[in-house]
């Protein structure tokens, strides 16, 4: 059987599964590589919409010379998981799963805005990561963020990384269930989940 797919498509469908393994505590370097695919497919959709993303947002910050793509996602961790011509003896030190965590956020976030509606592991996503960095958050949406994630995390950035990933298993869970939010129009279904 063959399928017509469009390049957003493409991204939910990869991004869904980064989301999926990496609240599951899978493999990290297939997380990266996944959700770093995702996002170039997405940055790019944004660009050609006009879309003012968060990527965007982060490039007007980043110090002269630098670029968020090159310098920040490819450099040096994709590139190494994704060529073998120039180092095939390389070993890659100093990655770790925590590297995921701003690379789903920037993904997840872009999508959101191009789209305009999501699958609910997105916006599960979007919020765990918002409750564990609320120094990210901008100081009118704080007291917001906050009351979601006393509602949907309770104390979560008092817990060990593999319980906040836990909480947000069950969150997704939850909200598989939930018959209003899923028939919410902002809320999109996902291709396929890998986790009942």
């Known amino acids: 059987m063959t399928e017509k797919i469009t390049k957003l498509e493409a991204a939910q469908r990869q991004l ?3 989301v999926e393994l990496f609240f599951r505590d899978a493999d990290p370097v297939s997380v990266f590589t996944l959700a770093t695919n995702a996002w170039e497919v997405i940055d790019t959709l944004c660009t050609k919409e006009r879309v ?3 990527s965007n947002e982060t490039r007007e910050h980043i110090t002269t010379g630098h ?11 994709r590139n190494f998981f994704k ?23 920037l993904a997840v976030e872009d999508y959101i805005r191009l789209n305009k509606k999501s699958p609910v592991e997105f916006q599960v996503f979007q919020l765990w990561y918002l409750s564990i960095n609320t120094d990210k958050v901008a100081h009118e949406s704080l007291a917001d ?8 995390f309770p104390s979560i950035k008092k817990q060990e990384r593999s319980e906040q990933k836990s909480m947000a298993v ?3 869970f939850n909200a598989h269930g939930n018959r209003e939010l899923n028939d919410n129009p ?5 291709y396929q989940r890998l986790f009942e």
């Not at 963020?145 to 949907?152: G, K, S, V, Y």
């Not at 902002?186 to 996902?190: G, I, M, S, T, W």
């Open 52 to 54: 003012k993303s968060i």
């Open 145 to 152: 963020i906050l009351a979601a994630t006393e509602e949907i």
């Open 16 to 18: 869904v599964t980064a």
């Open 170 to 172: 069950q969150a997704i």
């Open 83 to 105: 060529h073998a011509d120039r180092d095939p003896g390389g070993v890659l030190e100093g990655f770790s799963d925590s590297e995921n965590d701003h690379i789903i956020f």
């Open 186 to 190: 902002r809320v999109e279904k996902a």
């Open 67 to 77: 670029d968020l793509k090159r310098d920040f996602i490819n450099a040096p961790h």
